[in-house]
Each structure stands twice: as structure tokens, then as C-alpha cells.
């Protein structure tokens, strides 16, 4: 089996020299549906960066909490969090999606806006 989790090395996770694009008001353990960014101050909730899994049976928290209304996301912070999950054992093939989505409104700066963002796949035997 496996565990995948991702985590952004900062937060704000994408950034501009001193202007940045928010992570999605949306959790791991309570992601919820995108809503596009409503801020009327320039790098405040006038982006945002998120990501969603089609994983529908994580191994911790609610199992299907990415799949259970449709596709859900979740922001992305510098704490380790799950995002697919394989039980103890020799999987079977399978394939899991990790998406990723940024948004900016009118009011967000322009600007080369870079990040990191770290995967990590642990066995489990």
C-alpha cells in the first residue's frame, strides 16, 4: 500500500516579489467546492491556488471528502496532507489524479507568480 501527501514549501503558496495569490479558503479535512476569488484589495482573496484528488477512499478523515458532492478542494498549506491513499498490500492498478487550479481576479497584480508545492509517496508494508 502507499500514502501520498502534498504540502507547499510557503504560505502564501504562490508569490510575486510582495505580491502573492492565497491558498483556497477550502481544507484537506474539509475541502469544499472552488468559488472564484471575491477580494477587493490587491493580493488579498484576489487569487487562489488549490488542488483536488479523485482518490475516493483516503486513508484518514472522512474517506471520500474529495469526491462525496463532486469535485472538492482544498488549499494547499506547509503541512504534509493526504491525497491518495492505498491500503496495506500489493494495489491493484489503479490511477489517481491530483489537480491543481489557480484563479486571480481583476484586481490581482499581474506578475511571474512561482511556488513549490512537494509530493510525497511513503509505502506501507
Known amino acids: 500500500g502507499y500514502t501520498v ?3 507547499a514549501t510557503a504560505d502564501p503558496p504562490l508569490v510575486d516579489v510582495s505580491n502573492n495569490i492565497d ?3 477550502g481544507t484537506n479535512t ?3 467546492v472552488w468559488s472564484s476569488p ?5 493580493s488579498v482573496n484576489t487569487g487562489f491556488f488549490g488542488y483536488t484528488t479523485n482518490d ?3 486513508g484518514t478523515g472522512t474517506v471520500d471528502r474529495f469526491t462525496n458532492v463532486g469535485n472538492e478542494w482544498a488549499g ?3 503541512s504534509p496532507l493526504e491525497v491518495a491513499f492505498s491500503a496495506v498490500g500489493v494495489p491493484t492498478a489503479e490511477v489517481t489524479r ?3 487550479q489557480a484563479e486571480v481576479n481583476t484586481l490581482q497584480p499581474s506578475g511571474a507568480y512561482t511556488g513549490t508545492v512537494v509530493l510525497v509517496a511513503t ?3
Open 5 to 7: 501527501t502534498v504540502k
Open 23 to 25: 491558498k483556497f479558503s
Open 30 to 32: 474539509t475541502p469544499t
Open 38 to 42: 471575491a477580494g477587493s484589495a490587491a
Open 56 to 58: 475516493a477512499v483516503l
Open 76 to 78: 494547499a498549506t506547509t
Open 98 to 100: 491530483v489537480g491543481w
Open 123 to 125: 509505502p506501507t508494508y
